[in-house]
């Protein structure tokens, strides 16, 4: 995955964003491991989705967690699967594509 360390993008309340693929970080941070691995997981999941139906699906499910209990962004799937799953440096190595529905 590329790396862009950048002051072009405010990123005041995230490590980094992945962008299709490529991860957008402040230059005035270093990045974990972990959240690398965490930004790879959800680039394999762009990658199964398409891509555009990867941000479609993401933006619809955040509207619709947004008036169910809990934080919204913790409760997409996506993010679930990331979270549960970014500390396993081989989770990409055995992951089953499409792992992510089962956090629906």
Not at 59 to 68: A, P, S, V
Not at 91 to 104: A, C, Q, T
Request: overall charge positive; proline content about 3%; glycine content about 2%.
């Amino acid at each position: 995955m590329k790396i862009i360390f950048t002051k072009m993008i405010p990123l005041h309340r995230f490590a980094a964003i992945n962008f299709f693929g490529i991860l957008l970080a402040p230059k005035s941070i270093k990045i974990s491991s972990q959240t690398v691995n965490h930004e790879a997981i959800h680039t394999a999941q762009m990658k199964e989705m398409l891509f555009v139906f990867f941000y479609l699906w993401y933006l619809i499910e955040w509207l619709i967690r947004l008036f169910c209990k809990g934080n919204a962004y913790r409760n997409i799937a996506f993010e679930k699967e990331a979270y549960q799953n970014d500390h396993d440096k081989n989770y990409l190595n055995s992951r089953e594509p499409y792992s992510w529905f089962k956090f629906l």
